[in-house]
């Protein structure tokens, strides 16, 4: 075991104050309250050791370990406190020093090491009670190696506990699984400060809010020192940076500080007996309600005029909804519900859209906490009440178990591919805890491997399914997989799930891909979404792109789609303290739009915005974009409203000219709500028959074919509009129609001689009532050419300034014919050019045109014609000289 390893079982390590977001450096504002630099006055036996400072002893810290003063070696001054390695650990304390808990303290140091391997060199911060008893410890990052100048480490700010009354400064010399028998390291500079502590609340209420309810924020502030004055600004910014309102608040105590009890040691405060309980002030700030949307809360601490500490957390406003009990989305909390209490997390949890939760639980039924198992089946029973179906994680098993597998652990498979009496005990008190509510259990949390190409996988889950039905109920056993493996086989695809990740970052179109997959009898399939980096990419990236990946997702058809990290501070949509990030309205937005929905499909819009329908309980629903801004103009349906990704709503009313609602589309998704679904699926539902015809002289049928898709008759006007130059009969037919009755409008199609080969915009305009009347348009293509016989062509400017046409006719005719055509180039102003296609069999045939002055063509638009020689087919191609110039530079 390496060092590091070591230390993080052996100390806890440093956190900042629940809730509060730390932007200014703390150590700059911090006032010194305590030094150690080992100078003379601190050894005023001269024995070489500091005064008052202590020795742990027993085994693994033998007391022939040499530890001095050195006066040859300093970061600061002429000294330095020197711990000699020599095959075991050393640890040095200085005397407890009294201390408050209304401040938050801050430790610096410097350290140097030369020629440890094995050993580090750390320092460490422990809080004692009034008993002098041990209750918290701190420690410094790991100094090994060899250091040829002096390494700093910090601590803090750490808010101690309550019931803290002295702190001790530990010199620790540690070493890993084996110890170095030379080496040194020394301690110098060690400072500890202390700082007010300052807390935004952080709940339920003070995060997600409803738009009528007023704003309250709320900051206590603590450690405030006689004789300083203290202000306090705050402010609430919008999801841009923007600030919207501000508040400026003197916090000087007016009043000094009642006395605490007596202390001692090198305190460079208040001497023995005058140490004063610092002020504690709490500011209430009131504002009126806020329109949806995410916003920023900061508060900046000044002394003297100058910023000392910043704390900044956030809260979102939006319209509180009822639970959908059946649903996608959910939430993998595999590192555990962060610091959110977890009656609030089920708050949350009901507003966000989800209906799936998972967390681990092994370890819970052996934590020192013995209330943490029934608090945990509370909050699991509050879940599934609301339609929230939680998932048990054993990703964490018990330290006695783990320990088994101490060398070359490669993943929780190991555990469960034992025979089941040896992990069956200590599974059975987490089934018999939670299974009345936890039907479904995952083995290994979302980066475990361990299970992808294992053999007789299916038997092994299917074993670990029958015990686990022991006690639990119809249980479902999932692990974890990638979407590039092959999914494995099962006999019982029902009572298995595949909590699906990738290695690489996946673009939303080959998640889609992934999911849409087919794979027979491999279990459910559950899409893992981790967010793009913080760190790497802007906010509206990472918003963009995650919305995406949820929309790709569900029309992939996954069965459940997961975010993950869902509390990283890199990643999270909620932070550690349950404040919500800028990823939580766009997750919310489209988790709660999309929940339970079914997806229908894409309309064909002007603006060839990306756009993708669901509908459920009579409302449609459809989340839009476009790379570049577009502008889209389509009749929905009466109440419609576009949400952008942070919640922000705006009514689109219909415009009374043209019978549509018109809204700006653009890179960011927009979710459009309160659509009619009748008129989508009637929309998405209508088609042509054939929808194309040959190129060909001579009349042709087809029809326009759908259902009426709204819950009861309809009766009116449906009409067609093709090419003006195309001769349509008939144009228009009366409709009536019973709920749910198909219905077919018969026409006849005459196409002219110019008709250009390809696919032409066609409409279809619905004039009906049903319940109320209903205009809409259907937008369609129609397709001239059966696709056996295609043109392409392609101009280009030559060097010596002349136009060169290439044309390419492709013959894919089955059964095959062979086929002549007589082609004919159209150019204004000019004679045709002609040229012939002698019997092309399958394959293709190049011809080259010639013209002069391509820069003067450049625009203009020409035509080729290709008929057929004793044949009806009619080929037309048009097109604009130079389109693909610039593109092919």
């Known amino acids: 075991m390496n060092v590091a390893a070591a230390l993080m079982m052996a100390l806890t390590t440093p956190g900042a104050a629940p809730g509060v977001l730390m932007m200014l450096d703390p150590f700059h504002g911090a006032v010194p309250v305590l030094e150690y630099s080992f100078e003379a006055n601190e050894d005023s036996d001269y024995d070489g050791f500091p005064d008052d400072w202590s020795r742990r002893k027993g085994p693994g810290f033998p007391s022939y370990i040499k530890s001095i003063i050195d006066r040859s070696v300093a970061a600061e001054g002429k000294a330095s406190l020197s ?67 002096w390494v700093p480490v910090r601590l803090g700010p750490i808010s101690p506990p309550r019931e803290a009354h002295f702190v001790v400064i530990g010199c620790h010399l540690v070493p890993g699984s084996q110890s170095d028998l030379q080496g040194t390291a020394w301690f110098d500079g060690i400072r500890l400060k202390k700082l007010p502590q300052m807390e935004l609340m952080s709940n339920f209420h003070t995060h997600f809010r409803q738009r009528s309810a007023q704003i309250e924020v709320r900051s206590v502030v603590s450690g405030l020192d006689d004789g300083e004055s203290y202000h306090l600004k705050m402010q609430i910014l919008d999801v841009s940076g923007r600030t919207l309102s501000e508040t400026y608040r003197d916090l000087t105590p007016e009043e000094p500080a009642q006395a605490e009890g007596p202390g001692n040691g090198h305190w460079a405060g208040p001497t023995v007996g005058e140490l004063r309980k610092p002020h504690r002030i709490e500011v209430n700030w009131s504002l009126p309600p806020h329109d949806y949307g995410y916003y920023d809360v900061r508060a900046e601490l000044q002394r003297a005029g100058k910023p000392i500490l910043e704390a900044r957390t956030s809260f979102t406003v939006f319209d509180l909804g009822d639970a959908v009990h059946q649903g996608e989305f959910g939430w993998s909390l595999e590192g555990g519900p962060g610091e959110m209490p977890l009656r609030e997390l089920a708050d949350v949890a009901v507003q966000s859209g989800i209906n799936w939760l998972k967390l681990p639980l092994w370890q819970s039924v052996y934590d020192d906490d013995k209330e943490r198992p029934g608090q945990i089946a509370e909050f699991f029973d509050r879940l599934s009440i609301r339609g929230i179906t939680p998932v048990g994680m054993l990703n964490d098993p018990p330290p006695a178990l783990r320990g088994k597998f101490a060398r070359n652990w490669t993943g929780i498979s190991e ?78 695809p029902s009572a298995l799930f595949l909590s699906l990740g990738s290695r690489e970052e996946m673009t939303a179109d080959a998640l889609q891909s992934a999911a849409r997959s087919g794979r027979p009898r491999s279990g459910a399939r559950w899409a893992l979404l981790r967010p793009l980096a913080r760190s790497k990419h802007t906010d509206e990236e990472r918003a963009s792109d995650l919305v995406r990946k949820m929309v790709a997702a569900r029309i992939g058809g996954a069965d459940a789609i997961f975010a993950t990290d869902v509390f990283h501070p890199e990643y999270g949509i909620l932070n550690p303290s349950g404040a919500p990030t800028r990823l939580y309205l766009p997750w919310r937005t489209t988790a709660i739009a999309l929940q339970g929905a079914e997806y229908l499909g894409s309309f064909d819009m002007a603006g060839r915005s990306v756009n993708h329908v669901f509908v459920r309980g009579g409302e449609m629903m459809m989340v839009v974009w476009s790379e570049t801004p577009a502008e889209e103009s389509i009749y929905l349906g ?21 019978g549509c609602q018109t809204f700006a589309v653009g890179p960011m998704p927009l979710t459009i709500r309160g659509g009619s679904e009748p008129v989508a699926r009637l929309r998405l539902g209508t088609r042509f028959e054939r929808g194309r015809v040959p190129s060909a002289y001579g009349e042709h049928r087809d029809a326009i074919v759908g259902t009426n898709t709204f819950p009861q008759g309809v009766n009116g006007q449906v009409t067609v509009m093709f090419p003006p130059e195309w001769e349509v009969e008939p144009k228009a037919w009366m409709l009536q129609a019973g709920a749910g009755e198909n219905f077919r409008l018969p026409m006849r199609i005459v196409l002219p001689p110019n008709a250009s080969l390809g696919k032409q915009p066609v409409s279809i305009d619905f004039d009906i009532v049903a319940d109320r009347q209903y205009k809409f348009r259907v937008t ?59 019997k092309l069999s399958q394959g293709e045939d190049r011809k080259f045109y010639h013209l002069a002055n391509a820069d003067a063509l450049r625009g203009q638009e020409l035509w080729i014609r290709a008929e057929q020689v004793g044949g009806m087919r009619v080929l037309n191609y048009k097109w604009k000289v130079g389109e693909s110039w610039d593109a092919a530079k």
Request: proline share 7%; aromatic share 8%; net charge negative.
């Open 780 to 838: 369609h293509t129609y397709e001239v050419g059966l696709g056996d016989i295609g043109v392409e062509v392609v101009d280009r400017r030559l060097p010596d300034g002349r136009l060169e046409i290439e044309q390419v006719i492709k013959n894919s005719t089955s059964p095959p014919e062979t086929l002549n055509f007589r082609c004919s180039l159209f150019v204004p102003q000019q004679r045709r050019q002609i040229l012939f296609v002698t």
């Open 415 to 492: 555990i469960f591919t034992m025979p089941s009496k040896f992990w069956s005990p200590s599974l059975s008190p987490v089934l018999a805890r939670y299974a009345s509510t936890v039907r479904h259990w995952q083995l290994g949390g979302e980066s475990d491997d361990s299970f992808l190409g294992m053999a007789r996988l299916d038997e092994t889950l299917l074993t670990v399914k029958h015990e686990f039905d022991r006690i639990g109920r119809d249980t479902r056993i999932g692990v974890h997989w990638t979407w590039e493996t092959p999914p494995p086989q099962t006999t019982n």
């Open 83 to 149: 711990i000699e390695a020599n095959g075991g650990g050393a640890a040095f304390y200085s005397p407890p020093t009294p201390i408050d808990a209304a401040h938050s303290w801050l430790l610096e140091a410097s350290l140097r090491t030369q020629k440890l391997r094995l050993d580090a060199a750390l320092v460490s911060v422990s809080f004692l009670d009034h008993r002098w008893q041990r209750i918290e410890r701190h420690v410094t990052r790991p100094v090994t190696g060899t250091h040829e100048g």
């Open 638 to 658: 009466e109440h419609v409203v576009a949400n952008d990704i942070q919640g922000r709503q705006q009514l689109i009313p219909v415009d009374t000219k043209t």
